[in-house]
């Protein structure tokens, strides 16, 4: 089972951000997946919060309620010959 922790790597030094893996302690040696992260984790956060949904994406713009009427008439196909 793969766990993940938090840290952050300062040249060869990790500093851990939250609780240490408890199994660390006798191994000299141990294999990690790393993930370098384009932004903080604050950033990754607020973008996460700010997101809105589409119905809240199309309320805000500033069509709505202008009277525009963007339905169109339907499709009812056509003729294909083989």
């Known amino acids: 089972m793969l766990r993940t922790y ?10 851990w951000l939250e609780e240490k893996p408890d ?8 294999f990690v997946y790393v993930t370098i992260l384009d932004k903080k984790e604050k950033e990754i956060e607020e973008q ?6 589409l119905i809240e994406f199309f ?18 196909g056509r003729e294909v010959k083989l």
């Open 48 to 53: 996460k919060e700010n997101k809105n949904t």
């Open 23 to 30: 199994n660390l302690v006798d191994k000299k040696n141990i």
């Open 6 to 15: 938090k840290a952050i790597i300062n040249n060869d030094r990790l500093k």
């Open 59 to 76: 309320q805000n713009s500033p069509l709505y309620n202008s009277g525009i009427d963007l339905e169109r008439d339907k499709d009812f």
